[in-house]
């Protein structure tokens, strides 16, 4: 089962059909991913395009989680969970 960057399971995330699965963002692979991502879907993954540019695995475990990145994003998050994350991160 792959992990995306974003810390989902591939296996259970509804958009694994639309981009195919994803990697952590420090996966040598991970660049050649986001080019493939970019043809299917016309626009890099912003999640993955972040954790590349960070050099993390997973956005759970960047400094700056909960981010613009995600909020902006809207996916795979809601901004109710994000809102909770950052909550526990800020205590």
Known sequence: MAIAAC??????????????G???GTDPRAPERQ??????????CPVLDCAIKKGV??????PS???EV????????SKTLLDIF???VSK
Not at 57 to 62: A, E, N, Q, T, V
């Open 35 to 44: 080019e493939a991502l970019k043809k299917m879907a016309g626009r890099p």
């Open 65 to 67: 989680f909960p981010c």
């Open 70 to 77: 995600h909020y902006k994003a809207g996916f795979p998050y």
């Open 57 to 62: 695995d997973y956005c759970l475990s960047c």
């Open 7 to 20: 810390g989902i399971a591939c296996d259970v995330c509804k958009l694994k059909d639309t981009c195919g």
């Open 86 to 88: 950052k909550k526990f």
């Open 22 to 24: 994803c990697l952590p």
